[in-house]
């Protein structure tokens, strides 16, 4: 093997290696993902674009949320985005250090960039580590774990007669307590989760439609950055 191929084999498994820990996550969460899709009457191929075209677990778990209830389209594509926009910051974060790479390296790394991948090549680069072979590999392989794991829970989903027997009609809510739970750790956090409760509540009370949670998310992300700001200063 010529010295160019050991070197790009090497980089090939760093990044598989990398990989790893994140595929031991994704694998259950994605299998969750697919089964509640499933059991929220989404067809195989809907369920699979949503991991093949947003990949990204928050927002997909929150889509099939609304889908499940009925919410209108344009409330769950203002909802995604609101959710998926931390990605932009965190593709700008890493640009900087992409200048020599080829273009299909930058649109695999931003593509299919995530909060697990980003904290790990961000470690790779304050370490002047932020090898594109690698990265990408890392990326792929996190992404292809995710869109499989969303096809075997979604065939699960399928050979479960009884979901309620099973507790899967909670899954989806305890999920989005959990993850209410982890943004809670500040004063930022918390004041954005009662911002936020308190406007879904009051516009539902109003009979504000599926309008309500859009509108909440928004107040409370509003008063979230506010905080932080004030806090700063």
Request: include cysteine; aromatic fraction near 10%.
């Given at each position: ?42 067809g195989l191929w809907a ?133 209410l739970l982890s943004a ?50």
């Amino acid at each position: 093997m010529q010295k160019g191929a050991r070197k790009t084999a090497a980089s090939v498994e760093k990044g598989v290696r990398q990989a790893f820990p994140i595929v031991l996550g994704y694998a259950p969460i994605g299998t969750a993902y697919g089964l509640l899709a499933q059991q929220a009457g989404l067809g195989l191929w809907a369920t699979l674009g949503m991991s093949i075209f947003v990949f990204a677990g928050a927002s997909q778990f929150m889509a099939v949320s609304m889908i499940q209830s009925g919410v209108e389209t344009a409330v769950i594509i203002g909802s995604t985005f609101m959710v998926n926009f931390r990605h932009v910051l965190m593709s700008a974060s890493v640009a900087p250090c992409l200048g020599s790479w080829k273009t299909w390296q930058r649109l695999l790394l931003g593509g299919m960039l995530t909060d697990e991948t980003f904290v790990l090549h961000s470690l790779n680069m304050g370490r002047n580590d932020l090898n594109p072979i690698s990265a990408v590999t890392l990326n792929v392989t996190a992404y292809v774990t995710w869109a499989t794991a969303g096809a075997v829970g979604y065939n699960l989903g399928a050979m479960i007669a009884d979901p309620k027997a099973w507790g899967l009609d909670f899954a989806l809510p305890a999920m989005f307590v959990g993850l209410l739970l982890s943004a809670c750790g500040n004063k930022a956090g918390i004041i954005a989760a009662v911002a936020g409760g308190a406007v879904s509540v009051g516009l539902h009370l109003l009979n504000a439609g599926s309008w309500g949670a859009f509108l909440g998310a928004l107040a409370g992300a509003t008063a979230g950055v506010f905080f932080m700001k004030e806090s700063k200063d």
